[in-house]
């Protein structure tokens, strides 16, 4: 494997971090920025809306550059939003940080994800993209609750100017230890990128991200009040639970990488179907203490795990290119901004067990999405899991890298 594509993991660590700081910092940040609760939520949804919106448009922008070009260039960005969140005096400046530091941190997953494409060789693609994904597992493991503790301690701007740091860190990493790519003469570039777009299959397949992800956040986003006002646990405990929670998501996306080349439909039909089954137990059981942990440890092993799979087959049905890994990026924000917001209005509508199925119905509509593919998988001859000529042009760029920083396979 690479090393870059370690190094691609540590910067996607940074971005996911800054995203989750908010969630952890809550009521101190509302005292400092002389905010109520309700306006630094608006904070969370507007760094996802930028991220599903903004991203792809500057994943546009740059697209003439050399790929780690991009890369750094994405964390100048980044860092600037970050130092203006850690200096930031008043709201309004706060929400423009959140907003910069949401496109920039998009269109790094798309840039990124497409640089595991360039680096790696077709056969181990799928193992690279979960190495580079442990970024987001560690992010939610990791990340979150130390962003927590040191805003906690020694107040929220610190948390910032720590992900200031990290990020700084991930961007020297990338400059010593991400390979300078060549591009091909003729490559499609821009317009054979867009064009992929006018492939109905293409946007099936994004929707099998978007309610796969959405399945798992409506149940997510609710676990805290669900872990104590149902079953029954102190707020003490969630904690724990929640990084019990993150280490299963890392168990499982490593799993999920080992097998998303080779196997990458049945991984994806099996993750929705098991994804179905533990929403559903954990709506039926979260009075139970014991099923409702073991239900909602197996989200954890089949949930946003799926996402070196999903990715896989978005590049194989597309191209590896930075836009179509962007757009796929913002396909699962859009997951997330759904499950979330629509478990809201269900759980107000029907209570505590209502965002638990609402993800088992999205898982189930997720694995519709995946039922024509399957259909087509039963024979080696028709194995969608092999590489696919659009996967080997669609990126304009030969898999010839320097040895400038690394990168050999």
């Known amino acids: 494997m690479p090393r870059a594509v370690y190094v691609l993991a540590l910067g996607i660590f940074a971005m996911v971090t800054s995203e989750f700081v908010v969630a952890g910092l809550m009521p101190q940040m509302a005292d400092g920025l002389n905010a109520t609760l309700p306006q630094i939520g608006y904070l969370i949804t507007a760094f996802a809306v930028a991220m599903a919106v903004g991203g792809p448009f500057l994943t546009v922008a740059l697209m003439k550059l050399p790929p780690r070009t991009a ?81 906690e301690r020694f107040g929220w701007r610190a948390a910032f100017w720590t992900i200031t740091a990290i990020t700084v860190i991930a961007a020297v990493a990338t400059w010593f230890g991400v390979p300078r790519t060549e591009r091909v003469e003729g490559g499609g570039g821009f317009r054979q990128e867009v064009g ?58 490593n799993i999920v990488g080992r097998f998303a080349d080779r196997h990458t439909i049945p991984v994806l039909a099996v993750g929705l179907v098991l994804n179905t089954v533990f929403l559903t137990g954990f709506a039926l059981l979260a009075d139970l203490p014991a099923p409702a942990v073991v239900c909602m440890m197996g989200i954890g092993l089949v949930g946003v795990t799926m996402n070196p799979a999903m990715v896989t087959r978005v590049q194989r049905t597309g191209n590896a290119g930075p836009l179509v890994n962007t757009v796929h990026s913002s396909f699962i924000t859009l997951g997330i901004i759904l499950g979330s917001s629509i478990g809201a209005v269900v759980l107000d509508a029907w209570g505590l067990r209502a965002p638990l199925w609402l993800g088992a119905i999205m898982a189930l509509l997720g694995l519709a999405t995946v039922l024509p593919d399957l259909a087509r998988h039963s024979t080696p001859a028709t194995d969608l899991a092999s590489p696919r000529p659009a996967e080997q042009r669609g990126t304009g760029v030969s898999h010839r890298v320097t040895r400038q920083g690394g990168g050999s396979r």
């Open 71 to 151: 890369l750094l260039v994405l964390f100048v960005i980044f860092l600037a939003g970050n130092v203006l969140a850690a200096t930031a005096t008043g709201y309004s400046t706060m929400m423009a940080a959140r907003i910069i530091t949401g496109i920039a941190s998009q269109a790094f997953f798309g840039v990124g994800i497409s640089m595991c494409a360039r680096i790696t060789r077709p056969e181990i693609r799928g193992r690279a993209i979960a190495v580079a994904m442990n970024g987001l597992m560690l992010g939610t493991l990791l990340g979150l609750p130390i962003s927590t503790l040191v805003g």
């Open 196 to 253: 992929v777009f006018k492939k109905p299959r293409l946007w099936l397949v994004l929707s099998t991200s978007t309610l796969t992800i959405g399945a798992t956040f409506s149940a997510f986003s609710y676990f805290n009040p669900i872990l104590t006002g149902l079953t029954g646990f102190s707020t003490g405990t969630v904690p724990v639970l929640l990084i019990a929670y993150g280490a299963s998501t890392v168990v499982g996306n």
